[in-house]
């Protein structure tokens, strides 16, 4: 919603460990308006409260998750990786 325009050195260190690749920038949710999604998947309450606003007809879950970047520890990332991952992990396996 509101994006920092790069996501966290560490962030991208926890995902590279598991062997995903990003490139490293962030998107603001307005460049998604008008796309129409099966699953929608919030993980900040800043997100949930204002996504809803423009989104269309599919699932809205919303899961908060703490924000690693606070403790700015490399195993907070990994902790909240995980927990996404299995989030989405069981989220996928019910659509």
């Known amino acids: 919603t509101k994006p920092a325009g790069y996501v966290h050195p560490k962030a991208l260190e926890a995902l590279a460990e ?12 307005d460049e998604f308006q008008g796309v129409d999604f099966d699953l929608v998947v919030t ?4 997100a949930a409260e204002e996504c809803p606003i423009w989104l269309g007809k599919g699932r809205k879950v919303h899961h908060s998750f703490p924000d690693p970047a606070l403790t700015d520890d490399l195993n907070d990332f990994r902790s909240v990786r995980d927990d996404i991952g299995r989030v989405m992990t069981e989220l996928l396996s019910k659509s």
């Open 43 to 46: 993980v900040c309450d800043s």
């Open 18 to 29: 598991i062997g995903i690749q990003h490139t490293g920038s962030s998107k603001r949710v």
